[in-house]
């Protein structure tokens, strides 16, 4: 009887054999001749750019072919963020992502995309803590000093940005609210241009990156009193947290992260999680993000997916309860 079955199913695993091949042969990612494209929602020459170019020379080489930076500023972001939305889930298009993606759902009335959802995220890359800083006129040496005098003379001290619903913007509210003091916002047309406002004494303080405060603080024109993340940050190691200078809680970064379209098979999925952590995790890519104020920090699509919810829903909440109305 056994037999018999047995000679009854051959047709069945003849057509199971048959259909192996066309599993195996399916396109290997990436396909020669196909280059892989990393969008950037900003301007050559800026940190998100710049983060882009050395990820992408890093898969090239790991890839055998090439990985190419395209850049499509404008709106914040936006029009780089909604192509990739909008692009074919097969791993080709990319986004790099930056920290200041993720303010854009709570300073825009309307978006082209949801995020996460209409995304699939890859890896975090990198991570970068904020310094805060401020000018030597400004009688604090440091951070329970600052929040003594914005205490006693509400609305005396201010703060620049690179502009409304920046990073720094929300990383200035978030000491506001935190530290329960009330200081004024200056906003600038960029960061670079906020910092040189402090230096000069136009604004009193600013979160700034470690790179664009270094100058000046080593000039003497700048006072830095405190970091931005929850533990001290090897940017600058001897320089407290605002956590533990009489703000607990506060922890707030900047970072650059890789993103596709939503839905990527898993295999391309995961495949581009490990190229680009072995990418930026080795010492030469260290020392060169360091050099840049960053320090590499990946995880895995799960953990980078959960992030970008986590940061959203904090930005949506932190800029409602500032008062920073969707344009």
């Known amino acids: 009887m056994f037999r018999r079955q047995f000679l009854l199913n051959l047709p069945a695993l003849g057509a199971l054999g048959a259909a192996r091949p066309a599993l195996a042969s399916a396109p290997a990612f990436p396909r020669a001749g196909k280059p892989v494209r990393i969008l950037v929602g900003f301007a050559a020459g800026g940190g998100t750019d710049t983060a882009a170019r050395m990820v992408a020379q890093k898969l ?57 959802k209409d995304f699939s995220p890859i890896s975090l890359v990198v991570s970068g803590a904020y310094v805060l800083v401020i000018h030597p006129s400004v009688p604090a040496k440091n951070v329970r000093e600052l929040i003594a005098i914005a205490r006693s003379k509400p609305g005396s001290l201010n703060y620049a940005t690179s502009g409304i619903g920046s990073s720094a913007h929300l990383a200035s509210e978030l000491f506001n609210s935190l530290a329960k003091v009330k200081t004024i916002h200056v906003p600038y047309k960029g960061v670079s241009q906020g910092v040189v406002g402090v230096a000069t004494g136009e604004a009193d303080m600013i979160f700034a990156s470690v790179t664009a405060a270094q100058p000046l603080i080593k000039a003497g024109r700048l006072r830095p009193i405190a970091m931005s993340t929850a533990k001290r940050s090897a940017l600058m190691p001897d320089m407290p947290t605002l956590h533990e200078s009489g703000v607990p809680g506060y922890d707030r970064t900047g970072w650059y992260g890789m993103m ?63 008062g920073i109305k969707p344009q």
Do not use: C
């Open 60 to 116: 090239t080489d790991t890839f055998g072919q090439p990985v190419i930076v395209e850049n499509r500023p404008g709106s914040g972001g936006i029009i780089a963020t909604q192509a990739v939305a909008k692009a074919a889930s097969d791993g080709y298009t990319l986004l790099m992502m930056a920290a200041a993606d993720s303010i854009q759902p709570a300073v825009r009335a309307k978006l082209p995309y949801a995020l996460p």
């Open 260 to 322: 596709g379209p939503a839905n990527l098979p898993r295999e391309v999925l995961m495949k581009l999680n490990a190229a680009i952590r072995r990418a930026v995790e080795t010492p030469e890519m260290k020392a060169a993000f360091f050099k840049q104020g960053l320090e590499v920090e990946t995880n895995t699509p799960e953990e980078f997916t959960e992030m970008i919810r986590r940061e959203v829903e904090h930005n949506i909440k932190l800029a409602r309860e500032a």
